[in-house]
C-alpha cells in the first residue's frame, strides 16, 4: 500500500524533528556538564590558588607594614570559606594558627617559612585538583562529540532521503494543478481539474471544482457583502475614542470619525472626498496633521509621531500623532503599493496632566529642600569657626561627614531643579559672545580642589592662533564644563592626566574632555545622555541626571555634546558651539 505524501512527509519530517531535538538535549547536557567542571575549577581551586598567592606576597611584608597583616587575614578567611579538597581544611588549620602566633611574635623567622610550606600544600593540592578535574572534563568532550556525531550522522542521511523522493512526489501534481488554476483565475469557471490517482490532490481538486461553481453565484453578489462590510468598518471607526482619518493614495479624505471631526470642527460634507492640501489652506489642525503626508516621498523614512496640543473637550488636551502609510501587494505581483494613508491621534492628556504634576513635585520638593541644606552648611561652618570652641578628632570626622552629605543632597536638589526647568520648558539662556578660555578655565578653577586630592594633573591644550568667541550662556555652559571634567576626574584613577582642548574649527569652537579611567561599556555609549541612567555596577555616587541637562542646555544654545570612548581605555566628551561672528 501506498503511503500519502502527508503520512510521508509526517513520518520523515517527524523523525528528523525527533532527532534533532535529541541532538539539541544532548548538547545541551554536555554544554551544562562541560560548564559545570570549568566553573567548578574556577570557584572551588583556582580562587583557592590565587588566595594562597596573595597570602605568599603579604607574608614578606608582615612586620614592616601594618596593611600586610590585614591584607593577609583577609585572604586568609577568604580560603577558610573556599575549602574543596581532602586535607585542605588540615592545612588550612595549620596556616590559621601559626598566623596567630606570627602576629604575637612578627620578628619569629620560623613562623613566615612554615606558613609558606603549608600553603605550598594547599597550592599543590589544587593545582592536582585541576589536573584531575581537567582529564574529568576531556572525557565528558569526548563522549559529547561522539553521540553528537552519530546523530548528526543520522539527521543528515533522513535529510537525504527527504530531499531526494519528496519535491518530485510533491512538484509534479502541483505543475498540472498549477495550470488548470490559471484557467480558472482568469475567470473560465467552466474549467475543471481531475486527479484519480492522488489522495491529496484529489481532494483539492474536488474543492476548486466546486469553487469554480459558485464563483459566478458570487461575482454577481458579491457587491452587496462589500456594502455590509464597508459598514461593518464605518461603525467600528466611528466608535473609537480616538481622531481617525483616512486619505487615499491621492491624499484625498476617505472617512474620519466623529473624534476627528469635533477636533477639526468641520462636518462629514467639509470633509469626506475633499483633497488634504486644500483643506490645509483653510485648516490649521489640517495642516499640522498632514505635513508628514505631504512631503515628497523618500525625505522621511520612518513614520513619526509627536505630541500636539489641541482644544478638545472644552480644554486643552495633547495628542500624539501617528501617520500610518497603508500599502498592499496586488494579486499576481510580488511588489507593495501604497493605496493610502490612516492619521491616528492618540489622547495623552492624562499622561501630560501626570507629568506636569510630577515636575511641579520635584521643582517644589527641591526648591524647599535648599533652604534647609542651605542651613544645615551654614551651622557647619560656625561649628568649625574657632569661636564656637575647637573640637576633637571624633567630632571633625563627623562635620566632614556632614559636610560631604549636604553638598552632595545640595548638588542633587540643584541637578533636579535644573531638569524641570528642562522639562517644563523654561531654559532662560543669556547668550552672547564669550571667550572659550575664561569658560574652560573657570571650570577648571572650579574642580581644582578635587583633582588635587586624587593627584590628578590637567592637560590643557589651547590654540596658537586668537581663538574666537563663542556664542554661549556664560553660567551653563561653565556648569556643563565643570560636569565633564568632575566626571573625568571622579572616573580617573590617582595620579593621572585629564586632558583638556580647545579646538576651532569652521564656525565652531570644540571643547574636549578626556580621561583615561574605564571607559564606557559599548552597550552603554547610547544611552549615557539618558536621565537617570547611571552604568550598572557602578560604585560611584550620582543622580543619573548631569549629563542629560548638560545635553539639554547645550543643545538649546545650539550646540552639539558626545562622547567617543574605547572600553578600558577612557572617554572623550566633546561640546562644540557656535562661533561668533563680528
Not at 82 to 99: D, G, H, L, M, Y
Request: charged share 25%; with cysteine.
Amino acid at each position: 500500500m501506498k503511503l500519502k505524501i502527508k503520512t510521508k512527509l509526517t513520518l520523515g519530517v517527524g523523525l528528523l524533528l525527533l532527532l534533532i531535538v535529541l541532538l539539541s538535549l544532548l548538547g545541551m547536557r554536555y554544554l551544562q556538564l562541560l560548564s559545570g567542571d570549568t566553573e567548578k575549577i574556577l570557584e572551588d581551586n583556582y580562587n583557592t590558588l590565587e588566595y594562597a598567592r596573595q597570602m605568599l606576597h603579604t607574608l614578606d611584608d608582615i612586620g614592616r607594614e601594618d596593611i600586610a597583616i590585614t591584607l593577609f587575614e583577609e585572604h586568609l578567611k577568604k580560603q577558610q570559606n573556599n575549602i574543596t579538597e581532602i586535607a585542605e581544611k588540615e592545612i588550612t588549620e595549620s596556616v590559621t594558627q601559626r598566623f596567630e602566633k606570627l602576629r604575637l611574635q612578627p620578628r619569629d623567622t620560623l613562623l613566615p617559612r612554615l606558613i609558606r610550606e603549608d600553603l605550598g600544600e594547599i597550592m599543590k593540592l589544587n593545582m592536582y585538583a585541576i589536573a584531575r578535574k581537567s582529564n574529568t572534563a576531556k572525557a565528558t568532550a569526548d563522549s559529547a562529540m561522539l553521540w553528537i556525531g552519530i546523530i548528526g550522522g543520522l539527521c543528515f542521511l533522513i535529510a537525504l532521503a527527504l530531499l531526494l523522493n519528496l519535491p518530485g512526489n510533491i512538484a509534479n501534481p502541483i505543475r498540472e494543478l498549477t495550470a488548470s488554476i490559471r484557467q480558472i483565475a482568469a475567470k473560465n469557471y467552466s474549467q475543471r481539474v481531475h486527479f484519480e490517482n492522488h489522495v491529496e490532490f484529489g481532494q483539492l481538486a474536488k474543492a476548486f471544482n466546486s469553487m469554480a461553481e459558485k464563483l459566478a453565484e458570487y461575482n454577481n453578489s458579491s457587491l452587496s457583502k462589500l456594502l455590509f462590510e464597508k459598514k461593518r468598518i464605518e461603525a467600528l471607526i466611528n466608535n473609537m475614542h480616538d481622531p481617525v482619518i483616512g486619505l487615499d493614495e491621492k491624499k484625498c479624505i476617505l472617512f474620519a470619525n466623529q473624534e476627528a471631526l469635533q477636533v477639526l470642527g468641520l462636518s462629514q460634507e467639509q470633509l469626506i472626498g475633499r483633497p488634504v492640501q486644500e483643506l490645509s489652506i483653510t485648516n490649521d489642525l489640517m495642516r499640522s496633521l498632514a505635513r508628514d503626508i505631504l512631503k515628497a516621498r523618500g525625505e522621511t523614512d520612518k513614520t513619526e509621531t509627536q505630541a500636539m496640543k489641541i482644544f478638545a473637550d472644552g480644554k486643552e488636551s495633547y495628542f500624539e500623532k501617528e501617520v500610518i502609510d497603508i500599502t498592499i501587494t496586488p494579486t499576481g505581483e510580488d511588489a507593495r503599493q501604497l493605496i493610502g494613508h490612516v492619521i491616528v491621534l492618540k489622547n495623552i492628556t492624562a499622561f501630560k496632566e501626570l507629568d506636569f504634576a510630577k515636575t511641579n513635585f520635584i521643582a517644589t520638593v527641591s526648591h524647599e529642600l535648599k533652604t534647609p541644606i542651605s542651613s544645615i552648611k551654614l551651622s557647619l561652618q560656625l561649628l568649625e569657626s574657632e569661636q564656637t570652641g575647637p573640637l576633637n578628632e571624633a567630632q571633625k570626622q563627623l562635620t566632614d561627614s556632614i559636610r560631604e552629605d549636604a553638598g552632595r543632597l545640595l548638588k542633587m536638589t540643584s541637578e533636579l531643579l535644573n531638569m524641570t526647568q528642562v522639562e517644563s520648558g523654561n531654559i532662560q539662556l543669556s547668550i552672547r559672545p564669550a571667550s572659550p578660555e575664561d569658560i574652560l578655565q573657570y571650570a577648571i578653577e572650579t574642580v581644582k580642589v578635587q583633582a588635587e586630592a586624587k593627584k590628578i594633573r590637567f592637560d590643557l591644550a589651547l590654540p596658537k592662533a586668537p581663538c574666537p568667541l563663542v556664542l554661549a550662556d556664560n553660567e551653563k555652559t561653565a556648569w556643563v564644563l565643570t560636569n565633564l571634567i568632575a566626571n573625568a576626574i571622579r572616573y580617573s584613577y590617582d595620579n593621572s592626566t585629564v586632558y583638556l582642548s580647545i579646538v576651532p574649527e569652521a564656525g565652531k569652537v570644540k571643547f574636549l574632555v578626556r580621561d583615561t579611567g574605564q571607559g564606557i561599556a559599548p552597550e552603554y555609549k547610547d544611552k549615557i545622555f539618558d536621565r537617570y541612567f547611571r552604568i550598572p555596577g557602578s560604585r560611584k555616587e550620582g543622580t543619573g541626571l548631569g549629563l542629560a541637562i548638560s545635553k539639554e542646555f547645550i543643545e538649546a544654545q545650539g550646540g552639539e555634546i558626545s562622547v567617543t570612548s574605547d572600553f578600558g581605555a577612557g572617554s572623550t566628551f566633546v561640546v562644540v558651539l557656535n562661533a561668533a561672528t563680528l
